[in-house]
C-alpha cells in the first residue's frame, strides 16, 4: 500500500511563491502517473497538475503558465512550484495517481494547506 505525506504549504501573499512536496512510500513510484488536486472551502477536489511515467504535463487552466509539476522518481517525491499566487488558489493540496477513467489509485494522504492572503 503507498502512504502519501504533502508538505511545504503555508501562509503566502498574493503574487508570492511555494513549493509543495509529496513523498509517496510502499510501492514503485516510478511506474505511476502523479498529479496535484485542490480542495476550497465548499467546492469539489479538483485536478490542479499531472505529470506522466514518461514526464510529460498537464495543467488545469487556472494555474496554465504559474504552476510547475515535477518529479524525482529517485526519491519517490512530486513537486509542485507555484507562482504568481493568486487568493483563489487558497486550498488543502494533496497530491495522488491519477487512473485513466479519473479516479485516483491510493488513499488520499491529509494534504497540505495553501493560503493566499494579504
Known amino acids: 500500500q503507498v502512504q502519501l505525506v504533502e508538505s511545504g504549504g503555508g501562509l503566502v501573499q498574493p503574487g508570492g511563491s511555494l513549493r509543495l512536496s509529496c513523498a509517496a512510500s510502499g510501492r514503485i513510484f516510478s511506474i505511476y502517473d502523479m498529479g496535484w488536486y485542490r480542495q476550497a472551502p465548499g467546492k469539489q477536489r479538483e485536478s490542479v497538475a499531472t505529470i506522466t511515467v514518461g514526464t510529460s504535463t498537464n495543467y488545469a487552466d487556472s494555474v496554465k503558465g504559474r504552476f510547475t509539476i515535477s518529479r524525482d522518481n529517485a526519491k519517490n517525491t512530486v513537486y509542485l512550484q507555484m507562482d504568481s499566487l493568486k487568493p483563489e488558489d487558497t486550498a488543502i493540496y494533496y497530491c495522488?495517481?491519477?487512473?485513466?477513467?479519473?479516479?485516483?489509485?491510493?488513499?488520499w494522504g491529509q494534504g497540505t494547506q495553501v493560503t493566499v492572503s494579504s
Open positions: 495522488n495517481a491519477p487512473t485513466r477513467r479519473g479516479n485516483t489509485y491510493f488513499a
